[in-house]
């Protein structure tokens, strides 16, 4: 078993251990493809800092190689994709069945160590089964799909409403498509020149840059001057909060996306003035299956996100070639020979 340890920030080391034994409702998946995103990137730097040392790794594609006792779901060689968040199993919500609402999720490459290693033992729980037609690249934008699908099952979306996204990560870009396939029309807000090109080759027609005109006049004339009712920021982003409260219709939801440290400042005086709903979605727990689904169909088109293979034995030379503004847009892919 090999995997990448990163001792400190920027220090990767590859280490070598004995192989371990699978223990009952556990499955034995070499990893064949390892998606390498600016959230990792964070890591890598100790933008976002870990406990030390730390794997990192949160989206995988690879094969069953080992099912431990009578398995009817999962035999040698099938093609899977790794649900990476792990649910307590001693919460009130776990108790009630509803593991994705876990009060205590852990996260395989975020909170716990991740899949950037040839060999892991996972509960079977975390599998998911890949369609032959389904590629290995594709299939790694699955997490990113299903956390979108989580975000769209917050919001109220009603057909030909305007769902305003603000993003500087590719996150948005997803759910845009998303939005536009149940019917409603994203209005992509991005302040990254390369996200706004994707999403107009995308088909998403509304792609403004708040750094160029001012989004409240350019919503204000999109909508008719209706503004928008559901808002989502991306929260990895960097926007100024001023301009989504401008956008926002009286009674409007704004769903706060994604896990990032970053700190956004919230205007109380705002929130209450217009009587907006604020709530956050975290993970994409639960909807891996219709994320598979919305990715084999072409539904949700990852084409223009996938980057750069890169050989796992040369990942540490080339983590210290790469910077943030690389990972924009395309994600890198570290393939395991
Ligand atoms: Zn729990």
């Known amino acids: ?12 080391v590859l280490k070598e251990f004995a192989p371990t034994e699978i223990s009952e409702n556990q499955i034995k998946v070499k990893i064949e493809e390892v998606l390498l995103a600016n959230s990792d990137y964070e890591i890598y730097t100790g933008e976002s800092r870990r406990k030390y ?3 990192m790794g949160r989206n995988a594609v690879g094969v069953v190689s080992k099912v431990e006792g009578d398995n009817p779901f999962f035999s040698k060689m099938d093609r899977v994709a790794i649900e990476p968040y792990i649910p307590c199993e001693a919460c009130d919500e776990c108790k009630n ?27 079977y729980t975390l599998l998911h089964r890949l369609p032959n037609n ?11 799909v299903a956390f979108c699908l989580n975000v769209i099952d917050a919001l109220n979306l009603e057909k030909g409403r305007h769902i305003a996204i603000f993003s500087s990560t590719k996150t948005g870009l997803i759910l845009a498509q998303l939005v536009a396939y ?50 989502v920021l991306l ?16 009674n409007a939801n704004i769903c706060l996306a994604g896990y990032s440290n970053k700190e956004s400042k919230l ?28 990715l ?42």
Not at 235 to 250: I, P, R, T
């Open 267 to 294: 205007s109380v005086a705002q929130i209450c003035k217009k009587h907006l709903n604020i709530f956050g979605v975290y993970n994409g727990a639960g909807s891996y299956s219709s994320a598979i689904n919305l």
């Open 97 to 123: 069945d509803e593991y994705e609402k876990c009060s205590n999720m852990q996260e395989l490459g975020n909170n716990c160590n991740g899949l950037l290693q040839n060999f892991v033992d996972l509960p």
């Open 53 to 55: 040392p730390f794997i």
């Open 182 to 231: 149940y019917q409603a029309v994203p209005v992509f807000v991005s302040n990254r020149e390369e996200l706004l090109d994707a999403a107009r080759s995308l088909g998403i027609f509304y792609s403004i840059n708040p750094d160029q005109v001012d989004v409240e006049s350019e919503i204000l004339a999109i909508t008719g001057g209706r503004m928008c009712n559901e808002l």
């Open 1 to 12: 078993m090999k995997a990448w340890i990163l001792e400190a920030p920027q220090k990767l």
């Open 235 to 250: 929260s990895n982003s960097d926007f100024n909060m001023k301009d989504v409260y401008n956008v926002a219709a009286v």
């Open 296 to 337: 084999v169909t072409d539904t949700i088109n990852v084409e223009s996100l996938i980057g750069r293979t890169v050989p796992f034995d040369k990942l540490d030379e080339e983590m210290s070639k790469t910077n943030a503004a690389d990972l924009v847009l395309k994600s890198k892919i570290v393939k395991i020979n």
């Open 134 to 144: 389904l590629s290995n690249e594709k299939a790694l934008f699955v997490p990113y």
